[in-house]
């Protein structure tokens, strides 16, 4: 089942690209756009049987924003992404298709008082070592393997902020969809280091004051406190990868 790092061989290719252009209407508002994307090749072949393993992985993320000052006292931003992330391995395929954005108010009702409002979701596709099928030998006791079927990550937040001059006070409210995280099992007397997919959500609230500098300005400090919390569970409906 398992093999060493020196009985097999690899190769990878990656090809990546860039895009973005910006429209400015007046002094309110901006308009922006940007496009980035890659492919990766990779093949691996293993010197005890010759088989060989071909992993396709091919990923774009294509954002629009637009910002937009009302006054001196409100202020405003709209984003919008849009991710298609596509793996072909061991003779499968998986295409996943994510949304995210964000929509930002700040607004300053009297002087020297800020509050924003902040909702946001990211997406967050497997990383490279993520994904690759093949087992690869750590140390004497534990194996670690890819799983090139795993879900795009999701991420929702909101967080509220109020500041007053040097206090500040924040709250925030997140919640993790398909989040990748490391698993542990237990194999033929051996350790198997995986990956799969979890939910979370977590929150967290935290204040503080600062920075001050004493009259003679020869020192200056910051207070911070922060107190938060996160709950986890594994969704047993994930598509998992096994040897």
Not at 28 to 40: D, K, M, P, Q, V
Not at 135 to 153: H, V
């Amino acid at each position: 089942l398992f093999f060493t790092p020196n009985q097999y061989h690899h190769k990878r290719n990656v090809y990546s690209a860039s895009f973005d252009a910006t429209k400015t209407f007046n002094q309110r508002g901006s308009l922006n756009f940007s496009t980035n994307g890659f492919y990766r090749h990779y093949s691996g072949r293993e010197n005890n049987n010759n088989s060989l393993q071909i992993n396709n992985n091919f990923y774009l993320n294509s954002t629009i924003s637009y910002r937009h000052r009302f006054n001196q006292k409100l202020s405003g931003s709209l984003i919008f992404s849009m991710i298609n992330y596509h793996v072909s391995a061991e003779g499968q395929n998986e295409n996943q298709t994510a949304f995210s954005g964000a929509a930002i108010i700040r607004f300053s009702p009297i002087k020297d008082w800020d509050v924003s409002l902040r909702y946001f979701s990211s997406v967050s596709p497997p990383r490279y070592s993520e994904v690759l099928s093949y087992t690869n030998r750590k140390d004497s006791l534990i194996y670690e393997t890819g799983n090139p079927f795993l879900k795009t990550a999701v991420t929702h937040g909101s967080n509220l902020s109020i500041n007053k001059g040097s206090f500040y006070i924040s709250v925030s409210l997140q919640y993790a969809g398909n989040r990748i995280a490391s698993e542990y099992q237990w194999t033929n007397n051996s350790i198997l280091l995986t990956s799969q997919n979890i939910n979370n959500t977590g929150w967290s609230i935290s204040g503080g004051i600062g920075p001050l500098t004493s009259k003679n300005r020869k020192f200056s400090y910051r207070m911070n406190l922060t107190y938060g919390g996160e709950h986890l569970w594994h969704n047993e409906n994930k598509n998992t990868y096994t040897d």
